[in-house]
């Protein structure tokens, strides 16, 4: 990139000059109207969500370069369409810019949006430019679904299995290795590396739903129940809970993390980080005990039945091997906004 453009800012160019730069990113026949229009199948329901993203909350220069925090926005947004299930059409894009912030910071943010949409065939369709003392980018996502197949918080029962996707604590442990690079001496570079990965290129699990409905296509009509783990593994669970007005027991043993825990972490660290430690983007899924074995056989690579529905209202991880005592989860325990 020519070096008097890198170090043009924000306010050299102004929101138009900004807009048509960005405009480069989405598709010319859908851009240039007071809002986009969007085709959805016949029979199709339409899934709206927004997700906001402040500097030095939520994405911070000393761990996450603009092109990683773009790719991080995106995913957070595809994710929650995944834990509905549905297929994504599109995403907005909102941005409160200072108006000393560099044009190629922001070129490079919607970069690495761009890489990560174009994995699932998804356009940046609109948005708008504000200025604002901090960087904010609020995305959002446009999806659709079968109306048979929409992934709810409130209809798990009584005996479902509680199925994750994939490991807990990756990303949260790639979090603390950019902070503290003094941290994991004992991990080789590949664990090192795949860790940090984790955190800074998330994959939403759209590629669940395929297989989720194939599964479920030999039952009988059934709500089905789940969200994403975007604010922690024990969050998720505790929501489903709530909403389902249900109860849980949660197996310690069963809990799939990464192996690089295992020689680096203490077990309470390592449980911690798989509990609360969030934005692993998985899907937590409450299904019948066949279809639950079922899916976690297709998916490998740490999926995992990590326990059950029960009656009653509380959340309980039970360590099988009685090294620990049963432990209540709760929200509190996890990061919230506005807590001290």
């Given at each position: 990139?020519?070096?008097?453009?890198?170090?043009?800012?924000?306010?050299?160019?102004?929101?138009?000059?900004?807009?048509?730069?960005?405009?480069?990113?989405?598709?010319?026949?859908?851009?240039?109207?007071?809002?986009?229009?969007?085709?959805?199948?016949?029979?199709?329901?339409?899934?709206?969500?927004?997700?906001?993203?402040?500097?030095?909350?939520?994405?911070?220069?000393?761990?996450?370069?603009?092109?990683?925090?773009?790719?991080?926005?995106?995913?957070?947004?595809?994710?929650?369409?995944?834990?509905?299930?549905?297929?994504?059409?599109?995403?907005?894009?909102?941005?409160?810019?200072?108006?000393?912030?560099?044009?190629?910071?922001?070129?490079?943010?919607?970069?690495?949006?761009?890489?990560?949409?174009?994995?699932?065939?998804?356009?940046?369709?609109?948005?708008?430019?504000?200025?604002?003392?901090?960087?904010?980018?609020?995305?959002?996502?446009?999806?659709?679904?079968?109306?048979?197949?929409?992934?709810?918080?409130?209809?798990?029962?009584?005996?479902?299995a509680i199925v994750v996707t994939g490991v807990h604590g990756a990303s949260h442990a790639g979090l603390e290795l950019l902070l503290h690079p003094q941290l994991g001496q004992n991990l080789k570079d590949v664990e090192r590396t795949a860790l940090i990965h984790a955190h800074q290129r998330p994959q939403p699990r759209l590629d669940v739903l395929p297989i989720l409905w194939k599964i479920l296509a030999s039952q009988c009509p059934m709500p089905i129940t789940g969200m994403d783990s975007s604010d922690g593994l024990a969050d998720a669970i505790i929501q489903i809970c709530r909403a389902s007005g249900v109860g849980a027991v949660l197996k310690h043993r069963q809990i799939s993390m990464p192996a690089a825990f295992d020689h680096w972490l203490t077990e309470e660290q390592a449980l911690a980080y798989a509990l609360y430690g969030g934005e692993d983007f998985e899907l937590v899924l409450c299904l019948p005990q066949e279809s639950a074995l079922a899916l976690v056989q297709h998916l490998g690579q740490g999926a995992a039945i990590v326990g059950k529905i029960t009656p009653g209202a509380t959340v309980l991880l039970h360590d099988e091997q009685k090294k620990f005592p049963d432990q209540v989860l709760s929200l509190s325990q996890g990061f919230q906004h506005f807590s001290q």
């Open positions: 990139m020519n070096s008097e453009l890198s170090s043009q800012q924000v306010k050299d160019i102004g929101e138009q000059g900004l807009l048509e730069r960005l405009q480069r990113f989405c598709p010319p026949e859908i851009i240039g109207d007071d809002a986009a229009v969007l085709e959805t199948a016949p029979g199709k329901s339409l899934v709206v969500t927004t997700d906001v993203l402040v500097d030095s909350v939520h994405f911070s220069n000393l761990t996450t370069s603009p092109e990683d925090a773009g790719w991080r926005a995106a995913a957070a947004n595809l994710s929650d369409l995944a834990a509905m299930g549905a297929s994504p059409l599109g995403i907005t894009v909102g941005l409160g810019l200072p108006g000393e912030l560099r044009v190629s910071w922001v070129e490079r943010l919607y970069q690495g949006m761009t890489e990560c949409l174009q994995k699932y065939n998804t356009p940046i369709v609109g948005g708008d430019v504000v200025r604002s003392p901090v960087t904010t980018l609020a995305i959002t996502a446009f999806g659709q679904v079968n109306p048979n197949q929409i992934i709810r918080r409130s209809a798990a029962v009584m005996g479902d």
